[in-house]
């Protein structure tokens, strides 16, 4: 297996905001839009369910939340029945975790309460967490009222660069504006390329390079925003990019940094090193000797 095969299989196993198992991604903005329900709740109990229907698909069980408190929709009920399945499957159900705190986009289809859109429905959070996704939330809610199209999306984009700036809900946001997210671009099939129907203005990518520049620790969805507003050669990322790798040698995404340093400066070496680190077998015995060694010279060739 190639490193390179590796990554794929790792982004779609576990890259379920990016590349998910077979049913569209549903940002936090699509499941704002499309749920019925929106519940912040406690998972008081977990239970078989012996109904008729317990045979049914993501059916199997059902989770006992006890709202602490209801962002959209009519429930009135101190708790909720939601009917769920704790097998992994793909595609991958809402799993609710006895004793949790949760963020659940509730259906209600024939007196029974499912998750929307499965696992990307449900979202486990702490306080803080809960208080990101909340503000967020509410926000969009009155986003939602605009009837003027181009005010709608210019306060929608404005949105998804807030919830990008909190650690909480950074997925929800870069996921709509990613460049290859269906909301802010296309597919050009006559081109076979994306192509953005809504750019970024100068103000929302200076937004976004002020996050890059003040996040202390680099991680995938860091490295991910690079994506917005780097060009070729842009110097002051590439710099960032490069000081961060040396002073933390270890990191978990340092391969995904040396990938992106070699993309912006366009240096052949420097591409050549990343296709040789792309090239290694994982069930080599020496895999991880030749991997420190590209590391090393990757590092000294900067």
């Not at 984009?157 to 700036?165: G, Q, T, V």
Request: proline residues 2%.
């Amino acid at each position: 297996m190639s490193l390179k095969t590796f990554f794929i299989f790792l982004s779609i196993f576990w890259g379920q905001f990016y590349m998910a198992y077979p049913i569209d991604p549903a940002s936090l903005r699509v499941l704002i839009t499309d749920s019925q329900n929106i519940v912040y709740a406690h998972v008081k109990q977990i239970k078989a369910n012996e109904g008729s229907f317990k045979s049914t698909f993501n059916m199997s069980h059902i989770a006992v939340l006890e709202i602490k408190e209801t962002l959209q929709g009519n429930i009135k009920s101190k708790t909720v029945e939601v009917y769920f399945s704790p097998e992994y499957s793909c595609p991958l159900p809402a799993i609710y975790e006895l004793g949790t705190n949760v963020i659940a986009f509730l259906d209600k289809e024939m007196e029974k309460y499912t998750t929307h859109s499965l696992s990307y429905g449900l979202k486990k959070v702490n306080e803080n967490g809960y208080s990101a996704y909340k503000t967020r939330i509410k926000d969009y809610q009155i986003i939602m009222k605009i009837s003027d199209n181009i005010e709608k999306k210019e306060k929608t984009i404005d949105w998804l660069i807030d919830c990008a700036s909190h650690k909480a809900t950074r997925s929800e946001g870069l996921m709509d504006l990613y460049e290859k997210g269906t909301f802010m671009s296309f597919y050009d099939y006559s081109k076979e390329q994306d192509v953005r129907t809504y750019p970024l203005t100068q103000n929302q990518k200076k937004r976004l390079r002020n996050l890059f520049f003040k996040s202390e620790n680099i991680d995938y969805e860091i490295v991910g925003i690079t994506n917005l507003i780097a060009k070729k050669n842009d110097s002051k990322i590439i710099s960032y990019l490069i000081n961060y790798l040396k002073k933390n040698k270890k990191s978990c995404c340092n391969n995904a940094i040396m990938f992106k340093i070699a993309e912006l400066s366009d240096k052949k070496e420097l591409k050549n090193i990343v296709e040789k680190m792309q090239s290694l077998d994982l069930l080599e015995e020496n895999y991880q000797q030749q991997r420190e060694i590209l590391n090393k010279e990757f590092i000294n060739s900067l």
